[in-house]
Nanobody, 121 residues
Framework: QVQLVESGGGLVQAGGSLRLSCTAS????????MYWYRQAPGTQRELVAS???????NYAAFVKGRFTISRDNAKNTVSLQMNSLQPEDTAVYYC???????????????WGQGTRVTVSS
């Protein structure tokens, strides 16, 4: 199993920036795509951004141009640089990933606790 630990959240004023980080630990053979999701109170978890092992990144329309996802393959980490934050970005942010535990089986990934981001107006 893989454990995910997110960090970097906090309280910031509108227009401010935060950088989130996530570290994966466990028996990992390889990691494919890594993701950031978020969940605001009373809503479903939604995809924010993803990044493939080769570095190709995709973003939800509501964060494009403001957020940047990156990864460090050597450290099994994924980060999310968030700029121009708005009150509607307030949510708990979670990372996730796909990968292999060995050459023949997929990783069993547990969601982490997330990191809370609060943006005040």
């Amino acid at each position: 199993q893989v454990q995910l630990v997110e960090s970097g959240g906090g309280l910031v004023q509108a227009g401010g920036s935060l950088r989130l980080s996530c570290t994966a630990s466990g028996r990992i053979f390889s990691i494919g795509t890594m993701y950031w999701y978020r969940q605001a109170p009373g809503t479903q978890r939604e995809l924010v951004a993803s990044i493939e092992s080769g570095g190709n990144a995709n973003y939800a329309a509501f964060v494009k141009g403001r957020f940047t996802i990156s990864r460090d393959n050597a450290k099994n980490t994924v980060s999310l640089q968030m700029n121009s934050l708005q009150p509607e970005d307030t949510a708990v942010y979670y990372c996730f990933l796909q990968g292999l535990g060995n050459p023949y089986s997929k990783l069993l990934v547990n969601w982490g606790q997330g990191t809370r981001v609060t943006v005040s107006s």
